[in-house]
Nanobody, 125 residues
Framework: VQLQASGGGLVQAGDSLRLSCAAAGRTLSGASMAWFRQAPGEERHFVAAIFRSASNTYYADSVKGRFTISRDNAKNTVYLQMNSLKPDDTAAYYC???????????????????WGQGTQVTVSS
């Protein structure tokens, strides 16, 4: 399984970006997906998750109301729409796949079997 993350860039505070995560080697339709982010010198932090049912989505408090995770099973792709970006959102963003995920573990990186390579998001003030 290969996950290819894209869509990062350099933007100003208040701008929007949409990240994409395309999968190759398996269908995403039966898996749960998530986005994490990692700033230099920090641990990887949970951002958002979407379960097999696209209606089940979860967000870190720091992004709730600004970010939206979605999936298009026909395109085998997961998205992260990021609005009202802040300098604190600056990080490398990683998508991850978990064949089996329970709610209590959505923020645990070791629960995810596959990871994308990361895409850099930089927000200037």
């Amino acid at each position: 399984v290969q996950l290819q993350a894209s869509g990062g860039g350099l933007v100003q505070a208040g701008d929007s970006l949409r990240l994409s995560c395309a999968a190759a080697g398996r269908t995403l339709s039966g898996a749960s997906m998530a986005w994490f982010r990692q700033a230099p010198g920090e641990e990887r932090h949970f951002v958002a998750a979407i379960f097999r049912s696209a209606s089940n989505t979860y967000y870190a408090d720091s992004v709730k109301g600004r970010f939206t995770i979605s999936r298009d099973n026909a395109k085998n792709t997961v998205y992260l729409q990021m609005n009202s970006l802040k300098p604190d959102d600056t990080a490398a963003y990683y998508c991850a796949l978990a064949p089996r995920l329970i709610y209590s573990n959505i923020g645990v990186p070791s629960e995810y079997d596959y990871w994308g390579q990361g895409t850099q998001v930089t927000v200037s003030s």
